[in-house]
C-alpha cells in the first residue's frame, strides 16, 4: 500500500476518534517507530521502561512526528527525534528511575 493512502487512512481514522483516543493512537504508533531506535542506538537498556519515558517525555508534535514515521520506518529524523527525547533531563531521570531498577533486576 502506498505510503500516502496510508497517512491519509490514518489520518481519517484519528479525525473520527475522541481526542482521548487520537493520542492513544498516536503514542502506540510512536511506540513502534522509536522502539527499534532504542535497541539500536541503546543496547542493553531495558525496552519496556526506556519506551515509556521516551512517550511520556515526548511533546504532542514529537509524538505525531514519530507517529508518522511509523509508517514509513524509522528514518535519521525519527533518531533524532528519539535522542532529543532522551537528552531531556525529565527523561534521563525516568530512566535512572524506571530503566536502572529493571536492569539491576
Do not use: H, W, Y
Amino acid at each position: 500500500m502506498p505510503k500516502a493512502l496510508i497517512l491519509m487512512a490514518l489520518g481519517l481514522t484519528l479525525a473520527a476518534c475522541s481526542p482521548q483516543a487520537q493520542d492513544q493512537i498516536a503514542r502506540d504508533a510512536a511506540r513502534s517507530a522509536i522502539t527499534p531506535v532504542l535497541v539500536e542506538r541503546f543496547p542493553g537498556v531495558p525496552l519496556e521502561p526506556a519506551l515509556n519515558c521516551v512517550i511520556d517525555n515526548a511533546s504532542a508534535v514529537q509524538i505525531r512526528a514519530l507517529a508518522l514515521d511509523s509508517v514509513a520506518g524509522p528514518t535519521e529524523s525519527t533518531a533524532q527525534i528519539v535522542t532529543d527525547i532522551v537528552s531531556k533531563p525529565e527523561t534521563l531521570t525516568c530512566l535512572a528511575a524506571e530503566g536502572l531498577p529493571a536492569l539491576l533486576r
